[in-house]
């Protein structure tokens, strides 16, 4: 008890007790809401599901669809699936619950912009491999990479995908190294840099001799996890 009034005992001690507890709730409650978010999606009906279910609603032919984005979230009181596709000039917007498929909302708005009309008939290689006038993923990893500065062997990717944001079709490359972390978007038909962001992990006056380094850093959790390195993918 004595401890616990010794936290309180000045105007300082008490704000910097509460600034700790403040960040330790706030810690716990997004460790919760990440667990609760995992055991919801890992026991919904899944995103290829959800878009069945938005195709149907719509009266659309899977085949049809174009620019088909999927998303597991928490609207409307539900964890739901975000549904966004484009569709015989029309930009179809849903809401599927999670659990069980239903329509939770929906939106449709009509496409009248011509060059976004071309741009989505140019599919992206995951869906159409015979799109030739976009550039392919590696191409766009490897200007990313040449813009940063780093060699391929020297960062682990966290995200490469293919997406599609205000009227453009582009590449969604992320990745980081000892360092620093780096996020870009590459235009897709272009294959200039559409945006990019660089995080510094570590401060550059910051000695890292001491540092073990990436490649130790994995080859322990994967022998914490009683595997070889050989055998996993990061």
């Known amino acids: 008890m004595k401890k616990i009034k010794g936290l ?24 919760t809401l990440f667990i609760v978010n995992a055991v919801a ?22 085949v049809s669809a174009k620019i088909i984005n999927t998303e597991f979230s928490f609207e409307e009181g539900h964890f739901v ?9 029309k930009e179809y917007e849903y809401l599927i619950k ?4 239903s329509v939770i909302k929906k939106q449709t708005e009509n496409v009248n912009d011509n060059s976004v009309n071309n741009d989505m008939n140019h599919q992206d290689n995951s869906q159409n491999p015979s799109a030739s006038d976009k ?3 590696d191409t766009a990893k490897n200007k990313a990479l040449a813009d940063a500065g780093v060699s391929i062997s020297d960062v682990t990717f966290t995200e490469t995908k293919a997406d599609y944001d205000d009227g453009k079709s582009l590449y969604d490359i992320e990745f980081y190294t000892s360092t620093h972390k780096y996020d870009y978007e590459i235009d897709a ?16 006056n910051v000695n890292t001799d001491t540092y073990i380094g990436l490649d130790k ?7 914490h996890a009683g595997l070889s390195v050989s055998n996993v993918t990061f």
């Open 98 to 101: 999670a659990s069980d498929g």
């Open 8 to 31: 309180f005992a000045t105007p300082k001690k008490t704000a910097v007790t509460l600034i700790c507890t403040a960040t330790i709730i706030v810690m716990l409650s997004i460790c």
């Open 135 to 137: 550039i392919d993923l």
């Open 217 to 223: 850093a994995k080859s322990i959790a994967v022998n």
């Open 41 to 62: 999606e890992n026991s919904s009906i899944g995103a290829e599901n959800a878009k069945n279910f938005a195709f149907a609603d719509a009266g659309i032919d899977p």
């Open 81 to 89: 699936y975000e549904v966004e596709f484009i569709a015989d000039g």
């Open 189 to 204: 038909l272009s294959g200039e840099i559409h945006s990019k962001n660089i995080e510094v992990l570590v401060d550059d």
